[in-house]
């Protein structure tokens, strides 16, 4: 099983440094969590990761392979797969399509013989759709597999979304808020799903949520990013005690103010001013139901 390294990872734009020599490391197996205020440098590290954005110095090595100067479907075929933060399916197009999609790059048989229903073609095609229905009733989306996506509730589309990485067969998961927009409901099944694909498949799963709850209930590892660089990283109880980690979401007062309990001041439910998105609560709650 590959590990996923991430060492000295720095991302400049125009002025600014998105990342600044960040490092972690994602153990086989097990499921890492990115955390962090808005603008932290979640999405652009995810972004190096998967190709789609080029690091400015630093190095990610997956399994033997350096993926930094890689595009994204050398990448994928390193076993590397991804959701994203918004939805990206195809909404004509059916589940099973879809899904489908995510299977491409493990098909054999070329456009042409597809196309012209070739019988090896055929019994190739024929697997990959078995292997998609067996993907889809794991996700719980297996009595939508007729339907176009873009006619499916939020909470099935954003399942459908990872069966198509699932599909793909990855070492490793990236996903993207992957509740993110849920009810309560949504939230839990999603989280069960989530599980059930490190338990069940093995696979490593690099996770960037804003829902702390989740986060909590399911990371074995944290790390804390802020203004780009890393301020924290451990096991969730450990992360979410840090006076560091308290200051970057609910500022210095409310560090000065919490004496073991993390709270912003203004009455309930009204945000602090200067208190940024993500507010970290103290325990390892349930998966909250409540959207950060
Ligand atoms: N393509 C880009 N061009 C210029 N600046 C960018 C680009 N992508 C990200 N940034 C900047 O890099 C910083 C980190 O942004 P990033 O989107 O990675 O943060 P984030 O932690 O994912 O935030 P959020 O939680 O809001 O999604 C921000 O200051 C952002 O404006």
Redesign the pocket.
């Known amino acids: 099983m590959s590990e996923l390294k991430v060492t000295d990872l720095t991302v400049k734009?125009?002025g600014?440094t998105?990342?600044d020599h960040v490092g972690f490391t994602v153990e086989p197996g097990s499921i890492h969590a990115i955390i962090?205020?808005?603008?932290?440098?979640?999405?652009?590290?995810f972004?190096v990761l998967s190709g789609v954005?080029k690091a400015t110095s630093g190095s990610v090595r997956f399994g033997g392979a350096e993926l930094t100067r890689m595009p994204p479907h050398k990448i994928a075929a390193l076993g590397v797969a991804r959701t994203f933060?918004n939805i990206a399916l195809s909404r004509f197009q059916s589940v099973e399509d879809n899904v489908m999609l995510g299977r491409h790059r493990l098909m054999r048989a070329g456009f042409l013989s597809t196309g012209l229903h070739l019988p090896h073609a055929r019994r190739e095609d024929a697997r990959h759709r078995a292997r998609v229905r067996e993907i889809a009733r794991f996700v719980g989306v297996a009595e939508y597999l007729d339907a176009p996506v873009g006619m499916l509730p939020y909470g099935v589309q954003k399942r459908v979304e990872l069966a198509r990485a699932l599909a793909m067969e990855p070492k490793l998961l990236l996903l993207d808020e992957p509740v993110a927009g849920m009810n309560g409901g949504e939230r839990r099944a999603m989280a069960e799903v989530i599980v059930a694909a490190r338990a069940d498949l093995g696979i490593s799963i690099l996770l960037?949520e804003?829902d702390m709850g989740m986060v909590m209930r399911l990371a074995d590892q944290v790390t804390v990013?802020d203004f780009?660089r890393k301020i924290a990283s451990g096991p969730p109880a450990q992360v979410q005690n840090d006076p560091e980690v308290i200051r970057a979401y609910l500022g210095e007062q409310a560090v000065q103010q919490q004496d073991g309990v993390v709270m912003a001041k203004g009455a309930p439910g009204q945000a602090q001013a200067g208190v940024r998105?993500?507010a970290l609560p103290q325990g390892a709650p349930e998966a909250s139901g409540e959207q950060s």
């Open positions: 734009f125009a600014i998105a990342l962090g205020p808005n603008g932290a440098g979640k999405s652009t590290c972004n954005y933060q960037v804003h990013l780009g998105e993500g």
